[in-house]
């Protein structure tokens, strides 16, 4: 059952993927991201990671999704495709091929799962968002602050 | 299903990114193959983590999703600025070095 | 008496150090004490003579230089023969320093010139009495520069600065080939002692080959051909320099070095027919120079090479013992000759002998010393320079070459022509000057020398069994060499005498004889024309080096600057997508150089 899953899940994450990158049209583009990052959620769910694929759904499609569509709505004129020349397509597709490669030299087999399962639960992020990473958890409020006020500066061309 | 399969999978994901972020002349949709590098990140961090049971990959996750949606929206404000000082978004023109 | 050696070395040492820092501010403004010092020298340097007479050689070294673990020495030696050197070097100094006070008088650096006087001294008799080559090396380039600051004494003269640089050049090649032998020398033999070369091993080839360029020096120093180019130059220093180094004492040390060295020069056959050869070369070309010159200075100078090329002649034939006393008696008379020469000139205020005249019946006394000295060059007996000359002819003849001896006849003949062509014109034509006898302080020395010259003679009874080799009086040489001195000072005093013809007529016969002979065979011209081609040459060298391969190089490094940065431009374009390639493409090789390293099972990572 898991396998199943998987394996479709895996190619849909793929073409999905593919087609957002080498579409014509941006909006097509930012849908298929929203369908990608889906399948990713779904990836997670299969790895008992529940609350960090709820989210993934929430902040990427709600969020990062919807905004680019927004934008790209107000300004039209975003939606322009440039084709890339030939030489760019066989470049690119080497580089990234041998990328891949060499990713996959430090691939090594591993087991399936090393320790008892029933460790993850919501309950247990929150406690240790709390304690031990509460740190990291301030500082991602005051970024969150500091982008929130970059974007006002920015939008009002840079005067207060 | 083994934790290498995720691993390879992710590794092709990021790839299709990198090809992306490579050849493509459109910002935004450079954008759209980052945030695909991303979460194939992203899927790397939670495949370890359940494999070693343990939730520093899942949080790290969280963070990463967090600071990613801030991300693009300073990228998307970036890309406005832009398309109003040089009325295009081709990466290809904008340029300010000449020769 | 090794304290005698010394002080007698030291003192004119110490005279040229206080005359050149306070000289201004003693009595007579220093001459006085350089004087005195050197008369001190002079008897301690009898004493010497004495000694080694009755007691025999000394030597005596002290350490001098420290090279790696051994020391070079420099020492003394002291036998018969530098004895006599060291009597006769102070002894003429002395002399020249007296005659100085009245010729120098009233010249405004007058303490420095005898500051470089005594400094002369001291390092010609440090030449005389070193026991080891290099030990003589280094007072011979001393006497070198003494002689270089004396010539150009008159600082305002071009004429002597250059004299003066010339003189030093010259004789720098022939210091060059002396280094050179001192240097194979101690390779081949491990000392440059003298008494220890002489009776070492070496096969004929290496010490002939150290024994010519030990020559080298002699040749170079005593103006032999072809580095005999500088003397007549060096005429332009003071008179009494004239006197005392460039006929007396310095270029005699390269006779000297050749007499030091016998031994070592005989262990190869080749040497002494060199020292011959050139020696008579010398001497004929320079009596034919003598025979034309104008100049009173010039024809001494020419008459000096020719006597030297004289005492090599002897030297080379094998009469060590005829050299020597030739040099003893040159020594006297040719000083005596330079002296006079300075009276005259300060009398009559020129240098050229066709403008003097009548000096004969003004200048009593120093017509009489010059006369005494021209016969004893002319080699008149009972004045020394017959039997000095004598020696020499006899031990030409005893070679047993004929043309030796002939040539060396003829150069007897034209010597005695020359120097009564001298005497004939200078002091016996008819003249209306009005000319004063020079002062006594003059006139004394050359009293002196007159004196010695007369007795010298006599030393021969008793001079022969102190030297080598015996001279073996053949009548035949004797009878010959009288005739033809007396015949030349016959023709000489036809010529300019009696009138049977003129100089012009002869010159208008054999004008180009004349016109070789004046310009000294062109030597001095061909010497010109070699150093500037070469200098020319090498000077055009070292442009072309300089335009090319510096030049060239500093500018390449710029041009190599700026073309590098003009092709690694275009890496930075501006656009951000070449820049994620490149971001990629160095991750990818990062990458791949650690999986190279960590997983993929090579050693060493």
């Not at chain 1, 397509?89 to 090594?108: A, D, K």
């Not at chain 2, 899942?58 to 693009?72: D, H, R």
């Not at chain 3, 080559?133 to 305002?156: A, T």
């Not at chain 3, 001497?283 to 090329?309: D, N, P, Q």
Request: aromatic fraction near 16%; proline fraction near 2%.
């Amino acid at each position: 059952m898991e396998s199943v899953l998987f394996w479709i899940l895996g190619v849909i994450s793929i073409i999905t993927a593919f087609n957002a990158i080498t579409g014509k049209n941006l909006f097509y583009n930012l849908l298929l991201l929203a369908s990608f990052v889906l399948s990713i959620a779904g990836f997670y769910l299969l790895l008992e990671a529940d609350f960090l694929a709820l989210v993934q759904v929430l902040i990427y499609v709600g969020g990062i999704v919807v905004l680019l569509l927004f934008a790209i709505m107000l300004v039209p004129k975003l939606n322009v495709h440039f084709t890339s020349s030939f030489f760019t397509w066989v470049g690119g597709l080497f580089l990234s091929l041998l990328f891949f490669i060499l990713l996959n030299l430090f691939l090594e087999a591993f087991p399936l799962a090393l320790y008892e399962k029933g460790h993850i639960t919501l309950g247990a992020i929150a406690s240790l968002l709390f304690t031990e990473y509460f740190l990291a958890f301030e500082i991602f409020g005051v970024i969150l602050l500091i982008v929130m006020v970059g974007i006002v500066i920015i939008v009002r061309g840079g005067e207060f | 299903m083994p934790l290498i399969y995720y691993l390879a999978l992710s590794a092709l994901l990021f790839s299709l990114g990198v090809f992306g972020v490579l050849t493509q002349r459109n910002a935004i949709n450079v954008l759209i193959s980052f945030e695909i590098m991303l979460n194939a990140v992203n899927l790397t961090l939670v495949a370890f983590s359940q494999f070693f049971q343990l939730l520093k990959g899942q949080i790290f996750v969280l963070f990463t999703i967090g600071v990613g949606a801030a991300e693009v929206a300073m990228a998307l404000i970036i890309i406005f600025v832009i398309f109003k000082t040089f009325k295009t978004i081709d990466l290809d023109e904008i340029k300010l070095m000449r020769g | 008496m090794e304290y005698w050696v010394l002080a007698l070395i030291i003192l004119p040492l110490l005279s040229f150090g206080l005359l050149s820092f306070v000289g201004e501010k003693l009595p007579r403004r220093g001459a006085l004490l350089s004087i005195f010092l050197m008369a001190i020298s002079f008897f301690l340097s009898l004493g010497v003579l004495y000694k080694v007479l009755i007691e025999g050689d000394l030597s005596f070294f002290y350490n001098w230089l420290p090279v790696g673990k051994i020391f070079l020495k420099a020492g003394f030696l002291i036998d018969t023969l530098s004895a006599i050197m060291l009597v006769l070097v102070t002894l003429i100094s002395l002399l020249i320093q007296i005659y100085s006070l009245g010729y120098m008088a009233g010249e405004e650096r007058f303490s420095w010139f005898y500051a470089v006087l005594s400094l002369f001294t001291a390092s010609m008799l440090g030449v005389v009495a070193a026991s080891s080559y290099l030990f003589m090396y280094f007072c011979w380039e001393l006497m070198g520069l003494c002689s270089y600051l004396l010539i150009g004494f008159w600082k305002e003269r071009e004429t002597a600065l250059a004299a003066a640089k010339k003189a030093f050049l010259v004789t720098r090649l022939g210091d060059l080939a002396f280094l050179l032998g001192i240097i194979y020398l101690y390779f081949t033999v491990g000392t440059t002692e003298i008494l220890r070369v002489s009776t070492s091993t070496l096969t004929p080839a290496k010490a002939g080959l150290i024994s010519l360029l030990l020559f080298g020096g002699a040749v170079g120093k005593s103006a032999q051909f072809p580095l005999h180019i500088w003397l007549p130059d060096a005429m332009e220093g003071p008179t009494p320099v004239s006197a005392f180094l460039h006929s007396a004492t310095m270029v005699a040390a390269g006779v000297y070095l050749v007499a030091r060295s016998y031994s070592l020069f005989s262990l190869s056959p080749t040497v002494f027919q060199v020292i011959t050869f050139i020696g008579l070369l010398t001497s004929f070309l320079a009596a034919t120079m003598a025979c034309v010159a104008r100049e009173i200075k010039k024809i001494l100078a020419y008459s000096t090479i020719s006597h030297l090329g004289y005492m090599m002649l002897g030297l080379g034939t094998g009469g060590l013992g005829a050299g020597v006393f030739h040099l003893i008696s040159h020594a006297f008379f040719k000083a005596l000759l330079f002296l006079g020469a300075g009276c005259m000139i300060h009398a009559t205020h020129t240098h050229d002998i066709f403008e003097m005249g009548g000096l004969f019946k003004r200048m009593k006394i120093t017509s009489i010393a010059f006369l005494i000295a021209s016969l004893s060059l002319a080699g008149v007996p009972p004045f020394s320079g017959f039997f000095s000359k004598d020696e020499i002819l006899t031990s030409a003849f005893a070679s047993g070459w004929w043309g030796i001896f002939i040539i060396a006849l003829i150069t007897t003949f034209l010597s005695a022509f020359y120097i009564f062509r001298l005497f004939f014109i200078a002091f016996l034509r008819e003249s209306n000057k009005e000319i004063k006898e020079a002062p006594p302080i003059m006139t004394f020395p050359m009293i002196i020398l007159a004196f010695l010259s007369i007795i010298g003679g006599l030393w021969k009874v008793s001079f022969a069994p102190f030297l080598e080799e015996e001279g073996e009086i053949l009548i035949a040489v004797l009878l010959l060499s009288l005739g033809l001195s007396l015949l030349g000072i016959l023709v000489a005093g036809g010529i300019y005498l009696y009138g049977w013809t003129t100089e012009e007529n002869i010159r208008s016969r054999l004008t180009w004889i004349y016109k070789l002979i004046e310009n000294k065979y062109y030597l001095d011209h061909f010497y010109g024309f070699v150093t500037e081609k070469a200098a020319f040459g090498f000077s055009c060298v070292c442009r072309w080096f300089d335009h090319q391969a510096i030049n060239k190089g500093i500018d390449g490094f710029a041009i190599l600057i700026r073309v590098g940065g003009k092709t690694i431009r275009p890496v930075q374009t501006g656009r951000l997508r070449s820049y994620m390639w490149i971001i990629f493409f160095t991750l990818c090789i990062i990458l791949s150089i650690y999986w190279w390293f960590t997983l993929s099972g090579v050693k060493g990572g």
